[in-house]
């Protein structure tokens, strides 16, 4: 039987972060909120779920040479072979921040 191909996906992995107000939004003043972070972006979400279904399976992507984008790394490569993402020097890794009302539903 002939070696298992490999699974690529190319495109973006990035820092998916949440914020939900802990009251009521009032305009005008300061809010508790509490935070999540993920690792997100389409083509690394898809790479982690192939992984995670023990498929062989690499990553072509971009992430800042900093914190966001070590961190992407240091999750992603659990499952993915991570050796193609490029740290790219003086940039910021890609994020997506949502803020949720108390009631996890989009205030902005």
């Known amino acids: 039987m002939g070696k298992a191909a490999s699974i690529v996906c190319i495109g973006g992995a990035n820092v998916d972060r949440k914020a939900r107000l802990l009251a009521p939004f009032q305009l005008g003043t300061s809010h508790p909120v509490t935070t999540t972070q993920t690792a997100g972006g389409v083509a690394r979400n898809v790479a982690e779920n192939l992984g995670r279904l023990a498929q062989p399976v690499s990553l072509v992507s971009a992430v800042g040479d900093d914190h966001d984008g070590q961190w992407l790394i240091d999750v992603t490569s659990r499952y993915v072979n991570t050796s193609f993402i490029v740290r790219t020097p003086k940039a910021n890794t890609g994020t ?7 009631d996890r539903k989009s205030v902005v």
């Open 96 to 102: 997506y921040t949502a803020v949720l009302d108390e």
